[in-house]
């Protein structure tokens, strides 16, 4: 900015030279000083906006590179949570095949139980009717040998009636 203020006071110095000087050849002179100082002007002019575009330019790269490491966490974080869910799932995928392998054992020993239960109904039958059966040939043998031991007291007294006659 100085030098800004210090080429356009020269510029103006100069100019006033060249109006009280008669003198061509100072004229001359004074107007190449001019264009050399315009174009000194010109070229600060350049630099003060280059140096103002790099400083917006560091500002717009400074806030890039935080947009940049905000983004970088976020991702990390999103691939640490991807993570923890996946490890998630794979523990709920082995508990599920536990309890599927547990629940085909539970009914693995159910049918096994089923069929147990049923031979033992069918035997139970089995041996209730044998059972029966061998109720009848016993209340038949009490029978029987009640009427047996009737008979033989009803010859015992016969016996003692005709011995004793």
Known sequence: MREKHELETKIINLQELANRSADEEQVAKLKKDLKRTKALLKDAQLMIEKSR?????KVVLRQLKNQLEDTEFARMAAVKAKQNVELEVADLQQQLDDVM????????????????????????EDNE?????VMKKYKASVSQLSVDQITIQQQVKKQTVRAII
Do not use: H, I, P
Request: glycine share 0%; proline share 0%; aromatic share 0%.
């Open 129 to 133: 009717e044998e059972m029966s059966e």
């Open 53 to 57: 575009n790099e400083s917006s330019n």
């Open 101 to 124: 392998r547990n629940k085909n054992d539970l009914e693995d020993r159910m049918l096994k139980t089923s069929r147990e239960k049923a031979d033992l109904s069918s035997q139970l």
